[in-house]
């Protein structure tokens, strides 16, 4: 009986000491409170809008943590079905101050709807989207609107921009010694009327004008002649459209699905002069003369420009290439300029 005694005071000994352990820890593995940002409700937006316009919209925005939530922002989508995804487009961005656990917020602000949409959407609505809180669940902070709102699938917008060009340089022939310097610029205002389905719209010049001009120098010589050659260009005026893309001095084209690549064809013609004058000297000196040439040159180029900023005022382009007639190499030493799609 003894020993039976003492094993269990042993025993009893044991248990008391493990929960005097326990409840020396109290919360030890708790989780770290944090806020918890969620979009309980968003706006709803107009049955139907325009592309490359905005409408308001607002939300609001709860914590449903036991922190308070810092400062954080809120963002808008355009979603086909309405759950947030990298195909989304977005569609602004809106600040919220703090919200305080257990809170909510209201927000508003402007929905920008890119030019090119078409289509239905519904309006995601992300709170915390930069990620500047932390939070107990990070995905539950989308919600979409109850109604979808339907953009106009037609393109009504106008390109308009300028367009440099230069061409710059000099040479001399090992062969003979002739040098030749030469410099060409040209200058184009774009303006264009871009209507229809947005892809395949027609792109309708509305005035486009340019301005060419060039020069060319050179000297030979050799014991008996002194050969000069001076050659000049000019050019300008309203560039031809007559809605025919194989006699048009004009015509472009989106060549990506999302309207984010624009190539513009163009071709500039110029009138030129050359005067080549001969001097005799030296033992046996060539006939001197002076002889007179003209003509008119074409210079065909196709430029390729890509959208590198968006709003609701529209779509900026930026060149980003260029090739000659057929995609063979371009004498342009430089193209250069932006282009802005502007809904009407």
Known sequence: MQIRRTATLAASAVLGASLMT???APGAFAAPQRADLVVAAVGTPPASVK????????????????????????????SRDRARSA??????????????????????????VPVGASGTYWVVACA???????????????????????????????????????????????????????????????????DGNPHNPTFASTGSTYERAGSVVALEESDNCRIELERG????????????????????????????????????????????????????PCDPSTTTTGGTVLDVSSIELTRVASSALGDTYRVVGWVGEQNTPSDWDRVEGTLTLTPR
């Open 128 to 194: 915390d989207a930069t990620g500047k809180v932390k939070e107990t669940k990070e995905r539950n902070n989308c919600r979409a609107s109850k109604a979808p709102v339907d953009v106009d699938a037609a393109l009504h917008a106008d390109l308009v921009g300028r367009l440099t060009f230069l061409d710059e340089g000099e040479r001399t022939d090992p062969t003979t010694g002739r040098t030749e310097t030469w410099q060409h610029t040209a200058s184009v205002s774009i303006s264009m009327a871009v």
């Open 87 to 112: 195909d989304d487009l977005a569609a602004g961005e809106v600040p919220v101050r703090k919200v305080k656990a257990r809170k909510k917020r209201t927000v508003s602000g402007n929905v920008h």
């Open 22 to 24: 326990v409840g020396t």
């Open 233 to 284: 260009e000019a050019g300008g005026g309203t560039l031809r459209y007559a809605g025919d893309r194989f006699n048009d001095d004009i015509n472009a084209r989106f060549t990506r699905t999302d309207l984010g690549g624009l190539r513009v064809g163009l071709s500039l013609r110029a009138d030129w002069t050359a005067t080549t004058t001969r001097t005799g000297h030296g033992q046996f």
């Open 51 to 78: 592309h490359g316009s905005s409408f308001h919209l607002g939300a609001t925005v709860a914590n449903k943590g036991r922190k308070g939530a810092k400062r954080s922002a809120l963002r808008f989508y355009l």
